[in-house]
C-alpha cells in the first residue's frame, strides 16, 4: 500500500491531468461542441491533451530520479500513456453520446511522440549544459 500512495505522492500532477482527460472523455458537452466548427478541432484538443499529460509525467519523473530520464523510461511511458489513450476511446465506444475514433487514437500519439521528442531534447539540452 505504501508503494501506491508514494506514486500518488510524487505523480500527483500527472494523476490530476489524467482525471481530467477521464472526466473529459466520458462528459456530455453538447453546447461546446455544437459551437466548435472547426475541421479536426477535437484532434488538435486530442493532441494537446496528451502532449500536456505526457509532459507532466516526464517532467515528474525525472524531478524523482534527479536525472535525465532514459529512453526506456521515456518509451515505456509512451506506451502505458497510448494504452491509456485508447482505453478512453474504448469506453466512449459503449457511451451513447460520444463516439470512437481510431484518428483520436492517433492524435492522442501524435501528441505523446511530439511530447518524448521535446522532452528528449530539452532534457539532453539541459544536462549538457549542467556537464560544462
Known amino acids: 500500500m505504501k508503494s501506491i500512495a508514494y506514486f500518488f505522492k510524487t505523480y500527483y500532477l500527472t494523476v490530476i491531468v ?5 472526466l473529459l472523455s466520458v462528459l456530455k458537452f453538447d453546447k461546446v ?5 472547426i475541421a479536426w478541432a477535437d484532434k488538435v484538443v486530442h493532441f494537446i491533451m496528451y502532449f500536456s499529460l505526457g509532459t507532466i509525467l ?13 529512453i ?4 515505456w511511458s509512451g506506451i502505458i500513456l497510448v494504452l491509456f489513450g485508447a482505453l ?3 469506453i466512449q465506444k459503449f457511451i ?5 475514433s481510431l484518428y483520436d487514437i492517433f492524435a492522442n500519439m501524435g501528441g505523446i511522440l511530439f511530447a518524448i521528442v521535446c522532452f528528449i ?3 539532453t539540452l539541459i544536462f549538457n549544459a549542467k556537464r560544462k
Open 18 to 22: 489524467a482525471v481530467a482527460i477521464v
Open 33 to 37: 461542441s455544437a459551437s466548435i466548427h
Open 58 to 70: 516526464f517532467l515528474e519523473g525525472s524531478g524523482y530520479h534527479k536525472k535525465q530520464l532514459s
Open 72 to 75: 526506456l523510461y521515456l518509451l
Open 88 to 90: 478512453m476511446e474504448f
Open 96 to 100: 451513447s453520446y460520444r463516439s470512437a
Open 121 to 123: 531534447f530539452i532534457s
